[in-house]
């Protein structure tokens, strides 16, 4: 009798060690999914907000009179650079809800399958069913859209390279003026030493 109880004590035990498992389990691929998808949106704000801010300062650099487009082109590069990693960032946390959210539904399946009576088993599967249809068609806009930010960012880049190369062009105005003084005042010098070596002759033949 002893031991019938202390097998039925022990059985006791290991079910609800099991059934503990599986409600952990299931726990922790809710968990996951909620913090790749809080990380992603906190990744997405701040990628917002640096992608609106970067252009709009560029622009307002740009519009000014006389703009120093070596150093405006500096500086947006600077921010660009923060850009691109905070937008890998997201990429990468995109990816992470993506096989969060597969987890998570596969232990929703597991679960519903789990159910002995059919009808209920159905009806927690149709509704599993139901709910991943939703998820998937968020998850589909959410790719568009991060694939109109990669144009952006494309768009971008060139706009960049336009900004490195009017720099460069600006530069070289500011070299051809640099060379017009510098060349001004060689003609000067060289003046000076003709006027000198005409003196120099006129003291030897005087």
Known sequence: MKQILIFGLFTTLLLSSCKWDTTRG???????????????????????????????????????????LPKVSKDFEKEWTGIQNRYNKLQGDFAKVGQSSNDYFAELDQLSNAITKESLRNEELAKNKELKAKWDKNYREAEISINKITSVLESGNDFHMVLVASSIRQKLEQNVGELQVIAEQAKALLGDLEAFTEAGRELVEG
């Open 26 to 68: 299931a726990l922790k691929h809710g968990e996951k999914l909620k913090a790749s998808i809080e990380s992603f949106e906190k990744n997405r704000i701040k990628l917002s907000s640096n992608l609106v801010s970067s252009l709009e300062e560029a622009e307002k650099d740009l519009s000014a009179e006389n703009p120093d």
